[in-house]
């Protein structure tokens, strides 16, 4: 298990830094979030889920099922849209609303 970072869509604001357990996320040269050595992910999504600009996805390797699919999140006030995108491109969304998150 391991995220992936899109360089292209970080503003290298720094919350997925803030949020990493492992200390695993840094900036480079550009001022992007980076991770060096993915597969030290411990695999938390930490990261994705205080990524507000979506570019952080969270890699759903064999091992999970996932046959290859990435997992991104987009916030929209309480609610949270998982987006699992499998290497065929088919898109799958499921809606969290965080108020309900505790209630399981």
Known sequence: MSIRIQSEGCIGCGRCMEVCPGNLIKK???????????????????????????????????DMGGRGSV??????GHICHWRIES????????????????NY
């Open 28 to 62: 480079d040269e550009n001022g992007k979030a980076c991770i060096r050595r993915p597969q030290d992910c411990w695999g938390c999504t930490s990261c994705i889920k205080e990524c507000g600009v979506n570019a952080i996805g969270f890699y759903l390797g064999i």
């Open 71 to 76: 997992l991104t999140v987009e916030k929209q």
């Open 87 to 102: 290497p065929e491109g088919q898109v799958r969304i499921i809606d969290v609303d965080q108020r309900d998150s505790n």
